[in-house]
């Protein structure tokens, strides 16, 4: 309990540190991605780092769906309509010059928003043209990522994540953790005006890339932020050069949360035994301890950074298992599909009033706003056009797009032959039951295929139905032969009537892959095999996300050349648990609407 304690102590503390040391150098450090969901813990840490920076230091807060205008600046369309020529306004990121952009729910900020953000970063200023406006603005920024994501799904886009110095994870500190000293404001100031006289060594350099490369760090910013922030925490200490010091603080504040191994131990470094180990402690009680020399100081700077690994993580990458890696993917619903009649809104483009579209009213005044002194100097012959206080024309008409995920419909097909059925019947109904539970709130539907003896029945039509999902598999029996083909041509059947109606299908065969029944019925365990293996060509022809269960006690090879066959993903599971189906079919939806649903 003590060591919890205290690890929770310095965690804290090097939290309150990240915070000094970002508002020290906001645009240098890039900015910190700050883990927590909202609560008295994630406000503490804001408000230590408002009071730290300079009043003059602007702060803005980006909203999450904020608009290109907002974001970058455009068209002032006020001041354009009432002076009858183009007028830019500044943007959000140039307002921040020199001070910090806040991100709520950064885990689920856009692509296009993060890349104009990395952009941003990368150059310092704002490059922008658009609505007849070219407008270029100086934003050096720092920006601070809230992270309140509770999985491992959501999460900051990774170009992004790779800019911000600091990877701050408060979620596991109480708020009687979030005790200590902070840094005043006046302490910043002047630890900034020594900031840019620090110097470092190439020895510094050249261990805090050495470092890098040996904790599995694959981009070459961790080191050149890990310096930075050296450099800081030399400027923040009141010395004018790096110390050894320094470079391990920075190592364990910027290079540890990347790590994604741990380094090789050389016979050098292996550990004494016990005894030698006390011998050693004694003899040294006394003695000072002695600067590293140039060769130990990377070894320094890694022992630093490995304190800082979390112990479950540390423990995973001892077994190779690699650090933990937050997957990418669109989610567990459908694909994204365009629509211009409703959705979420993601823009607006140049388009007909027609077919239920709707006009971006705004959007279509910014493009005729820098058109309207022309036009009104060549509008004296026409009526109309002279009349008017401002001239819309056709080519003026901006469309709102829209978004909108197409429903999902995951499709059970269920091997009911055989003295085992009833457990392969067990398992697929708590599946089915698990992902009606999800679908409640995600709007899914579920379908159940089931054969034996020398047919495939639709035993459940897509549905959200618990209900009925629950008395269809009640009444299933069990027993007979395997129509393995005809099963797979019942899938495919309804899985294409699923994607007629614009819903995303997954099948699900639970099955041993040994059919005995061919597809027009007669027995005979060759022909059977061969019409299965053409009916899973058909499946893979049509795209559809597969995923193959093999339910046999043993892994067989015709399951495996079927799953092949149908460009699915093999589960080899003899007792497959309806949990683990269920997050096996929501990792292969997630996968196939990543790939845009091939």
Request: hydrophobic share 45%; glycine share 10%.
């Amino acid at each position: 309990m003590a060591e919890t304690a205290s690890a929770e102590i310095t965690a804290w503390q090097d939290a309150a540190l990240a915070a000094a040391l970002f508002a020290l150098d906001p645009a240098g450090t890039g900015g910190v991605a700050l883990r927590a969901s909202a609560g008295p813990v994630r406000d503490r840490w804001l408000s230590q780092l408002r009071g730290m920076l300079p009043g003059t230091d602007p702060w803005r807060r980006v909203p999450l769906n904020v608009a290109d205008g907002r974001l970058l600046g455009g068209l002032d369309l006020a001041a354009t309509l009432r002076s009858g020529r183009p007028v830019a306004e500044r943007g959000l990121l140039a307002e921040a010059d020199g001070g910090v952009v806040v991100l709520a729910m950064a885990e689920r900020l856009s692509s296009a928003t993060a890349a104009r953000l990395v952009a941003v970063l990368d150059a310092g200023e704002v490059c922008m043209e658009r609505d007849g406006v070219a407008l270029r603005s100086p934003a050096r920024i720092g920006v601070l990522a809230l992270d309140e994501g509770v999985s491992a799904e959501e999460n900051i886009p990774g170009a992004l994540l790779d800019r911000l110095a600091f990877h701050v994870d408060l979620a596991s500190l109480g708020i009687f953790d979030a005790q200590g000293d902070t840094i005043s404001a006046e302490e910043i100031g002047v630890a900034r005006n020594r900031l840019r006289r620090i110097v470092a060594g190439e020895r510094t350099i050249e261990s805090l890339c050495g470092a890098a490369m040996a904790l599995g760090i694959d981009s070459t910013r961790a080191p050149l932020l890990a310096l930075r922030v050296a450099r800081a925490a030399a400027a923040l200490a009141g010395r004018m050069e790096v110390t050894d010091a320094d470079a391990a603080l920075a190592a364990r504040l910027v290079l540890a949360p990347r790590a994604t191994r741990l380094p090789p131990v050389s016979e050098d470094h292996a550990e004494p035994p016990p005894a030698e180990v006390a011998a050693s402690e004694d003899a040294q009680n006394d003695q000072p301890t002695p600067a590293p020399e140039n060769g130990a100081l990377e070894d320094v700077v890694l022992e630093a950074a490995k304190a800082a690994i979390p112990a479950g993580l540390l423990a995973q990458l001892a077994q190779g298992g690699g650090a933990r890696r937050r997957s990418v993917s669109v989610g567990r619903a459908g694909q994204l599909l365009r629509s211009n009649k409703r959705g979420r809104p993601i823009g607006a483009m140049r388009g007909e009033l027609k077919a239920g579209a709707r006009l971006n009213v705004l959007e279509t005044l910014r493009a005729a706003a820098p058109w309207q002194r022309l036009r009104q100097a060549t509008a004296h012959d026409d009526l109309v056009h002279s009349r008017a206080k401002i001239s819309v024309r056709r080519e003026d008409f901006r469309i709102t797009r829209f978004k909108q995920r197409a429903e999902s419909t995951t499709i059970f097909v269920v091997d009911a032959s055989g003295s085992a059925a009833l457990n392969r019947l067990a398992e697929a109904k708590g599946a089915v039951e698990l992902l009606l539970a999800d679908c409640y709130v995600r709007r899914d539907r579920v379908a159940l295929i089931a054969f034996r003896g020398s047919n495939a029945e639709l035993l459940l039509p897509p549905t959200r139905s618990l209900a009925r999902a629950k008395r269809g598999l009640a009444g299933l029996p069990g027993g007979g032969g395997t129509p393995l083909a005809a099963a797979i041509d019942a899938a495919v059947a309804l899985a294409d009537a699923v994607r007629r109606r614009g819903e995303t299908p997954t099948i699900v065969m639970l099955t041993d892959g040994r059919a005995n029944i061919a597809r027009d019925g007669a027995q005979g365990r060759a022909r059977a095999e061969e019409d299965a293996l053409g009916a899973a060509r058909k499946m893979a022809a049509a795209e559809f996300a597969v995923l193959f269960v093999d339910t046999s006690p043993r892994t067989q090879p015709q399951a495996q050349k079927l799953a092949a066959e149908m460009h699915a993903r093999y589960l080899a599971l003899p007792y497959a648990g309806a949990a683990a189906i269920s997050q096996a079919v929501r990792a292969s939806a997630s996968d196939r609407s990543a790939g845009g649903g091939a």
